[in-house]
C-alpha cells in the first residue's frame, strides 16, 4: 500500500469522527428532504406516475447524496470512477437489504413503517461505515 492521501489522514486525525458525522447526517436529511418533496412535486404537481416519479426522486436524491458526501461530509479529492462504483455497489446493497428488513419483519406481523425505520437506521450505520472506509476514503 502506498502513503495514506489527504483524505485519509484527515479521517484519521483525533476528533475527525466530531467533524464528519454530523456532516454525513444532514447530508442524509436533506437527501430525504429532496428526495420526498421530488416525489410530491412530480406525482402530485405534475401528475406523473407514481413508478416513474419516484424513480426521478430517488435519481436526484442519490446524486445529491453523493455529491455532497463527497465533497462536504468526507471532503474527497477529485472525480474517482472507482469511487462512484463503490458508491453504486453500497446502494445496490442498501436496497437488498433494505428490501429484506422491510418485507422480512412486515411477514412476521411489524408494522411496515416501522420495519421500513428499522432499516434506515441500519442502512445509515452501514452507509457510514462503507462512506468513511471504502467510498471516500
Known sequence: MGPATAVEQDQQRPGALLVVLPRYIAVGLLSVIVDVGSLTVFHSVLNLGLLLATI??????LVLNYSLNHV???????????RIFRYGVLVAVN???TLSIVTGLSSLGLYYLVAKAIAVVIAAVINFTGYRLWVFK
Do not use: P
Request: charged residues 10%; negative net charge.
Open 72 to 82: 462536504w461530509a468526507f471532503d474527497a479529492d477529485g472525480l474517482s470512477w472507482h
Open 56 to 61: 426521478i426522486a430517488f435519481a436526484i436524491a
Open 95 to 97: 436496497f437488498g437489504l
